[in-house]
């Protein structure tokens, strides 16, 4: 009688973690028992061949399964797929699958088919496509049982945290009632710096005056040239008066200051011609 689910859980680890499986050299049953498996379970397969094609080969059989190490969560699965299966009735097979310390699982040939390994055997399935079917069954039901056994990692348990006094947090600081001054004066704090698009520096960028200084070089013109007969004085006093009224005023006062006396000595010539002229007639 083949083997049954309740049979196979009750002869096989509850945690298999190695399959020790042994098929012939060519043999398809190692395809048809690996088929079926999941790919977890693919990884749990070791694979073992020898011959058995024929009662020669017997010992080589028979050796191959005492010499198996003994190790928990592990069992052993012999399969053959069909044709002579003289070698599984031989009494050195025989007795080397029933002193196995490990469980053995026989898949031989045909449903109809029947050796003495089977009997012996810790369980035998029908084909080796229906023993990798079983054994994906089994090997799921163990996987599901033992996610549920396994208990959930322990919870810390919370402690008391030393009480720890709060940091004390410094008054915001009130603005000073006075412009700040810019940084590098002892005593004084650095104001925030404002750049302007002359540049990046603390310092603050250097205007001109550009009529004050127009005003300048026409004061200097007339005073060396004349003035060119007066209008270039007459000019520069007038954009003086006007570039006085920007900083920075020094070239625009020098400028008011060449022309203007510039214009009082022509003024001063006009008057003295003038005098002059009205003067009595001999």
């Known amino acids: 009688m083949y083997a049954t689910q309740h049979h196979l859980r009750a002869v096989l680890p509850s945690d298999i973690r190695r399959i020790h ?26 694979h073992h061949r020898v011959a058995l094609e024929s009662p020669a080969s017997a010992p080589l059989l028979a050796a191959l399964v005492s010499g198996l190490p003994a190790r928990d969560h592990t069992i052993v699965v012999i399969t053959r797929g069909g044709g002579d299966l003289s070698i599984f009735d031989d009494p050195a097979v025989v007795d080397a699958i029933r002193m196995s310390i490990l469980p053995v699982v026989t898949a031989l040939g045909h449903t109809s088919d029947s050796t ?17 079917a079983e054994l994906r069954r089994l090997l799921a039901a163990q996987y599901h049982e033992r996610v549920r056994t396994v208990p959930p990692a ?10 720890t006094p709060p940091t004390p947090v410094a008054p915001p600081r009130p603005a000073p009632p006075f412009p700040m ?43 060396v040239a004349f003035g060119g007969f007066g209008v270039g004085a007459l000019v520069g006093f007038v954009l003086g008066i006007v570039a ?18 510039w214009l009082l000595g022509v003024a001063a ?14």
Do not use: C, K
């Open 154 to 163: 322990p919870r810390p348990t919370p402690t008391a945290a030393a009480a």
């Open 21 to 46: 499986l042994v098929t012939g050299p060519q043999s398809q049953a190692r395809l048809d028992f690996t088929a079926p498996l999941l790919r977890p379970h693919r990884a749990l397969v070791e």
């Open 116 to 132: 003495r390994s089977d009997e012996v055997a810790d369980a035998s399935l029908p084909t080796p496509s229906l023993a990798g």
């Open 181 to 223: 001054r810019p940084a590098g004066l002892a005593g004084t704090p650095a104001a925030p710096h404002h750049y302007g698009t002359y540049g990046t520096s603390g310092t603050s960028p250097r205007r001109s005056n550009s009529l004050g200084t127009a005003a300048l070089v026409l004061g200097i013109i007339s005073m």
């Open 244 to 261: 006085v009224r920007h900083r920075p005023r020094t070239a625009a006062v020098w400028g008011i200051v060449l022309n203007g006396l």
């Open 269 to 282: 010539w006009i008057g003295l011609v003038v005098a002059l002229g009205s003067g009595p007639q001999s």
